[in-house]
């Protein structure tokens, strides 16, 4: 079974600082996914990695793929509140496999 | 309609009694995805349907759980004798085809959040 490990798992900032999120695995993904969700809706895509070593960004937000594939980081900067909400990594396997998540509350 | 739609929203059962959530997917996607989200935390594949090929049901947590794709379009969760454990949000996705290695984007429903009592 493919795990996928996400820290923290909670996550309280004030307005204005910097963030990292991880998501860590003991197995080679061919690409990995990053969601948003918040209360009552379902998980929106943010960004999809493909590529070992590969960073995206998506305005104060950018994201890491591992060199191995088996790891992946979140970094915001400048969170606001309405950066708030349930950040998802999932990996690609046979079907996806979803993290934990981690619940980032950014506090004005 | 625009996006991926779930019904009911809420659905409050007793143990035992069977339930059915219904999922309309995007129109022109062909692949379905059935999860469970329990409270703050990640998501649980349940069940993929891709066009007319054979269901992935290897997620289905019991024999309890079933589920149809009609037409290729609209979708039905079954749970039977439902038990307190399977209270949790049901989502419902759909995207166009998959492609290797990336997947196509997953849209999801709101949800159906099921409690059993």
């Known amino acids: 079974t493919q795990l996928l490990e996400q820290s923290p798992q909670f996550l309280s900032i004030q307005e204005g600082e910097n963030l990292t999120v991880y998501c860590n695995s003991s197995s080679v993904f061919s690409s990995l996914q990053w969601y948003r969700q918040e209360p009552g809706e379902g998980p929106v895509l943010l960004v999809t990695v493909v590529t070992g070593g590969e960073v995206k960004k998506l305005k104060r937000l950018t994201f890491q793929f591992g060199d191995a594939r088996k790891d992946s980081s979140l970094h915001i900067t400048a969170a606001q509140p309405g950066d708030t909400g349930l950040y998802l990594c999932a990996g690609s396997a046979r079907q996806l496999t979803f993290g934990s998540g981690t619940q980032l509350t950014v506090l004005p | 309609g625009a996006g991926v739609s779930q019904s009911p929203s809420n659905k409050v059962t007793e143990k035992g009694k069977d339930v059915e959530l219904r999922c309309d997917p995007i129109?022109?996607?062909?692949?379905l995805y059935w999860y469970r989200q329990s409270l703050g935390q990640g998501l649980e594949f349940l069940i993929y349907?891709?066009?007319?090929?054979?269901?992935?049901k290897s997620g289905l947590p019991s024999d309890r759980f079933s589920a149809e794709r009609t037409g290729g379009s609209v979708s039905t969760l079954t749970i039977q004798r439902t038990q307190q454990e399977d209270s949790a949000v049901y989502l419902c996705a759909s995207s166009l085809a998959r492609q290797v290695p990336s997947y196509n984007e997953q849209f999801f429903g709101p949800g159906t959040r099921l409690t059993v009592l």
């Open positions: 349907f891709q066009g007319n090929s054979a269901p992935d």
């Open positions: 129109s022109g996607h062909t692949a």
